[in-house]
């Protein structure tokens, strides 16, 4: 059974840091490529942090590039999410995705989400 767990969500003040986490486990971790997602309240959800497999190449949302860093860490099953200089906008349930290779297909599979909440 495919899980991923996140933790490290919580309050922070703006311009704040906060580190999350995302366990995962039952499946390929080391052939998965491992997002972070957030969505806000009345928000459709935003692609935030992207980690390939193999060479760990990196993507950003525009509007947290130089702000966030996504690592990971192929031995652990696990993918941080750094997240420093934190503004109101950041507000969201983050959520951490794993895309998985099966067969000439691909496997989707979601977390339950961390709220994160910047104070003003």
């Known amino acids: 059974q495919v899980q991923l767990v996140e933790s490290g969500g919580g309050l922070v003040q703006s311009g704040g840091s906060l580190r999350l986490s995302c366990l995962a486990s039952?499946?390929?971790?080391?052939?998965?490529?491992m997002s972070w997602y957030r969505q806000a309240s009345g928000k459709e959800r935003e692609l935030v942090a992207r980690?390939?497999?193999?060479?760990?190449?990196?993507m950003y949302g525009e509007s947290v590039k130089g702000r966030f860093t996504i690592s990971r860490d192929d031995a652990k099953h696990t993918v941080d999410l750094q997240m420093d200089s934190l503004n109101s906008e950041d507000t969201a349930m983050y959520y951490c995705?794993?895309?998985?290779?099966?067969?000439?297909?691909?496997?989707?599979?979601w977390g339950q989400g961390t709220q994160v909440t910047v104070s003003s």
């Open positions: 995705n794993a895309v998985t290779p099966r067969s000439g297909d691909y496997n989707s599979y």
């Open positions: 039952g499946l390929p971790f080391d052939a998965s490529v």
């Open positions: 980690i390939s497999s193999g060479f760990h190449n990196t």
